[in-house]
Structure formats: structure tokens, C-alpha cells
């Protein structure tokens, strides 16, 4: 397995079940993302792709929307040292246009100094897969593409990645949201009931012993 993808949801009910600003549950979430991605460099897993912010949650309020922002800013500030140190690239998928000029800046810069890591982290920020595939269309009709799976796929924001093996929900939903809908053709998925701020080293353990019991068959038939 090369890949895994984590739709993180549950940080707003888990703050609300311990009567805390939904933005504490934001920041246990990232303290969640850093012991999954030590999790996936320890196993050998090359790429992890986190949901963090998707197109349609411009429609939350103000306050969180700002305290979200803020706090992927203070992340890329108190994380680029460890992030080098440790071979991790950061590299973020989305409408980037959505975000300010500082952002934007910031997260340019910080792919810059991890370019050359060897576990990369990708980040999706303002991301919606139907919105991906727009913007690639686009692009890939401007360009005048050849009209192959491959081709096309060098559009989308998540070029030169390979397609995530298991996408990983938590919180008890069971839905896509509109995640790595190209790329996500062929994925195991892995629901759990846990919280994302709850979830550690062993329910990591559960999700990859989950799909070590599933037969990938791309389509075909086992002989």
C-alpha cells in the first residue's frame, strides 16, 4: 500500500461532547493528523491525503471559517522545521484562489523548503472533487488533450500521485463528500464510529488490518 486518504470528520461533536469552542476540536484534530502521519511513515506508506477544509465549508460561519484558516497559518509556521527534519513534503490540493495572498504564500513557501522529502503529505484545502474534475476539464480541453484516462488525470490537481489505496472515514458517516472522486475509483474505504480527534496508533492498526483482508480485483476476476 502506497496510499491513504482521510476524510477527518467528527472535530465539531467532539468538542461539543466536552462543551468546548468548536475551534478545540479543530486543534485536537491536528495533533490527530501528526500521530496518523507518523503512523503511515512507520508502515512504510508513502503518500497521505487529509480532507481539511472542502469547497462547501466557505458556508460555516465566519468565526470558524477564520479560526480554521488561522490555524493551518500556525501550523505551517511551528511545523516546517520538524516537517524537514523528518522527509516530509507538504504539498496542498484545492482552489487555491480561494485563499488569501498570505496563505497562498505560505503554503508556496513551505512546499518549496519540503520538496525534498520522501513521505509527502497532501493537504486538501478548499478542494471538492467535482470542482477538481471542472478545472481539469478545463484546462485539459485548453491544452487539446488526447482523450485518455491518463492524460486527463495529468490535470487534476493530484498529478503525479498515485491513486489512494484505502480512504479512511471517521466519525460514523458513510459518504464520500465529494473527496478524490477521480481518483478514488478503485479505493478500499474504512468507516469508523471514532471520532477524529480520537483516533490513534490502534485504530489506525484496525483500518490497515481491515483492508489487508480485502481482495483488490481492479474490476477482474481472481483465478
Request: overall charge neutral; glycine content about 8%.
Amino acid at each position: 500500500m502506497q496510499h491513504v486518504a482521510v476524510i477527518m470528520d467528527g472535530n465539531g461533536r467532539w468538542a461539543q461532547k466536552r462543551h468546548l469552542p468548536r475551534l478545540m476540536g479543530h486543534r485536537a484534530g491536528a495533533e490527530a493528523l501528526d500521530r496518523v502521519m507518523h503512523a503511515c511513515k512507520a508502515a512504510g506508506i508513502k503518500y497521505l491525503t487529509v480532507y481539511a477544509f472542502s469547497t462547501e465549508n466557505w458556508k460555516r460561519s465566519e468565526e470558524e471559517v477564520g479560526g480554521l484558516m488561522k490555524l493551518l497559518s500556525t501550523y505551517i509556521h511551528t511545523k516546517e522545521k520538524e516537517l524537514v527534519a523528518n522527509g516530509v513534503r507538504f504539498r496542498v490540493v484545492g482552489r487555491r484562489t480561494d485563499l488569501s495572498e498570505k496563505l497562498r504564500g505560505e503554503i508556496a513557501a513551505l512546499e518549496e523548503k519540503t520538496a525534498a522529502g520522501d513521505f509527502t503529505l497532501i493537504v486538501a484545502l478548499s478542494y471538492g472533487g467535482r470542482d477538481e474534475i471542472v478545472r481539469a476539464a478545463a484546462k485539459w480541453a485548453a491544452a487539446g488533450g488526447e482523450p485518455t484516462e491518463a492524460a486527463f488525470a495529468a490535470f487534476l490537481d493530484t498529478a503525479g500521485i498515485p491513486d489512494p489505496d484505502l480512504i479512511i472515514r471517521t466519525s460514523g458517516e458513510q459518504r464520500t463528500s465529494n473527496f478524490l472522486l477521480w481518483q478514488s475509483a478503485y479505493a478500499e474505504y474504512y468507516f469508523t464510529d471514532t471520532l477524529w480527534p480520537d483516533f490513534d496508533q490502534a485504530e489506525f492498526d484496525k483500518a490497515l488490518e481491515s483492508y489487508a483482508k480485502r481482495e483488490r480485483r481492479m474490476g477482474g476476476r481472481l483465478k
